[in-house]
């Protein structure tokens, strides 16, 4: 409602899964009368440019594309863009309907009736099979056209001013692919708070080749918050680019299946093939995040792992060892990749190393530059260190457990890293850690912080003990079986206190010399 105070209307939002009782045409309208006359949600710093854009920036196509999406969410995002845009600078709206189930039928009729008041530049495609992500963008791609494709999730609201800042970035450079910055929708309320004084993040990844966001370094943070960043990556749900650079970049791996894994491919592409990847503060567009994610894959299989897998062969060069050192599946389907891999000739693109080095130094390489990786394994019990699959819970206990060792990597791969901390690397980059000096105290993963303290380690390549630095305990198998909780005890010299790395590079690694 009116000063982003909540109104309420006859139909409501589940936070989990956005179903609600179905709203009336005239619910519907009320709602959206409501939106012209809502205030910026947040509060620009004064140092974004207001006016004095040039005369001929591009006209752009949105693009939303959806499966099953909740009506009033979806109507949002588009109902915000069309009325925060400039009409000048707005080609079309094209909105992409994934063969939405019958389940939904409130996204079929109730939505052509809706996008008829909004005017000839609104547009719903109806693809007749579902295709996921990556196909439905390129199908509302080649309906468009704008000069330049800003690919939307469905869940979205657009600040005033959201345009203009990416197209003058794309103006000047074509070859510049521009993300907004992401603020967050509450996903109970669906209230967009003031979010403009946060912390500007980048894109970075972690070895199972999913995104993450990372800080941004000193020389960023001294360019103040209103300056287009460099990013690495590109969450991938809000971007755009002009459509001459999609098209002669290759548009999407369209062998790549439903979702995930698009994004890191083409951002490797961008920055690899000679073009420029930014968030741009100034922009701002409010993302409505899942409790869950809501992706259902049509044959009952996840299709990250196979998308990745095609991400690796093409992109990461001799790299993609790593990858499948950590995240496992070698061996496993990944499809054709010869016609990306002639893109990639054709477009002359640089080395993976090139970009780790120059684009993306903050990786965390598990190479000889540190002192040993792989498995840890006490060789009497043959029990491996293993994250049990914890890391991939984000709210669940980080505890650190135990298992038979498998010899596959991905849970029991780590790195004992030049900063003394061992490292799981498969799910952003966490460290042992252990904050409780007593006997039979459990470790737990904690994110990597860089500082020693409890995430500092010795490992004896004679004595095989790795010991925990401020504690000065060992880590100790003794009495564990499978699935138990790793803990720590007093160095006793035991078989049980015993543990191999799979690489070792260091024969003796001391904290006396280097701690």
Not at 114 to 123: C, F, I, T
């Amino acid at each position: 409602g009116d000063k982003r105070h909540p109104q309420y209307l006859s139909f409501t939002l589940s936070p989990l899964s956005f179903s609600r009782s179905s709203p009336s045409l005239a619910d519907l309208s009320l709602f959206f009368s409501l939106i012209p006359t809502l205030p910026l949600s947040l509060s620009l710093s004064t140092r974004c440019k207001n006016g004095g854009w040039p005369s001929d920036l591009p006209r752009a196509s949105v693009i939303f594309c959806f499966h099953n999406e909740n009506l009033v969410v979806l109507l949002r995002s588009i109902y915000s863009v069309l009325m925060r845009t400039p009409p000048e600078l707005l080609a079309d709206i094209i909105v992409v309907d994934d063969c939405s189930t019958s389940e939904h039928p409130d996204i079929k009729k109730p939505l052509d009736d809706m996008v008829a008041l909004m005017g000839p530049k609104v547009k719903v495609l109806r693809l007749d099979q579902r295709s996921g992500l990556i196909k439905a963008r390129m199908a509302g791609a080649a309906y468009s056209t704008g000069d330049v494709l800003v690919f939307f999730d469905a869940h979205i609201e657009c600040s005033y001013g959201w345009y203009e800042p990416m197209a003058e970035r794309m103006y000047h450079n074509p070859s510049t692919v521009v993300c907004p910055c992401i603020d967050i929708i509450k996903h109970d309320t669906m209230e967009y708070p003031n979010n403009a004084q946060q912390e500007i993040q980048k894109g970075g990844f972690h070895w199972g080749l999913i995104y993450k966001w990372i800080p941004l370094n000193a020389t960023q943070r001294a360019q103040g918050i209103t300056a287009p960043q460099a990013s690495a990556t590109m969450a991938g749900g809000l971007f755009g680019m002009t459509r001459d650079y999609f098209y002669q970049l290759g548009t999407y791996d369209d062998e790549m299946k439903i979702w995930g894994g698009e994004n890191l491919e083409i951002s490797f592409r961008i920055w690899m093939c000679g073009g420029r990847l930014e968030i741009v503060p100034c922009s701002r567009v409010g993302h409505l995040f899942r409790v869950k994610n809501p992706v259902s894959f049509p044959d009952g299989s996840d299709t990250v792992s196979r998308n990745t897998r095609r991400l690796a062969e093409v992109w990461l060069d001799d790299y993609k060892e790593y990858y499948y050192d950590i995240q496992g599946g070698r061996g496993r389907d990944f499809g054709d990749v010869s016609a990306r891999k002639h893109l990639r000739d054709r477009l002359q693109c640089k080395s993976f190393k090139w970009f780790v080095n120059n684009i993306y130094p903050e990786l965390v390489v598990p190479d000889d530059t540190n002192y040993a990786l792989g498995a840890i394994r006490n060789p009497n019990s043959n029990l491996c260190l293993d994250d049990l699959q914890r890391l991939d819970d984000d709210k669940g206990e980080k505890k650190v457990g135990v298992y038979w060792c498998h010899g596959q990597g991905g849970s029991q791969f780590f790195i004992f890293s030049k900063d003394f901390e061992v490292v799981a690397l498969r799910k952003n980059d966490y460290c042992l850690d252990n904050s409780n000096y007593v006997p039979g105290a459990e470790l737990e993963w904690y994110p990597c912080h860089k500082m020693g303290g409890n995430q500092q380690w010795k490992y004896n390549a004679r004595t095989k003990e790795l010991i925990h630095g401020p504690s000065k305990f060992c880590l100790d198998a003794s009495g564990l079986k499978a699935k138990d909780n790793a803990h720590l005890n007093p160095c006793d010299g035991s078989v049980g206190q015993q543990w191999e790395f799979s690489k070792v590079y260091s024969s003796d690694v001391l904290w006396e010399k280097h701690g």
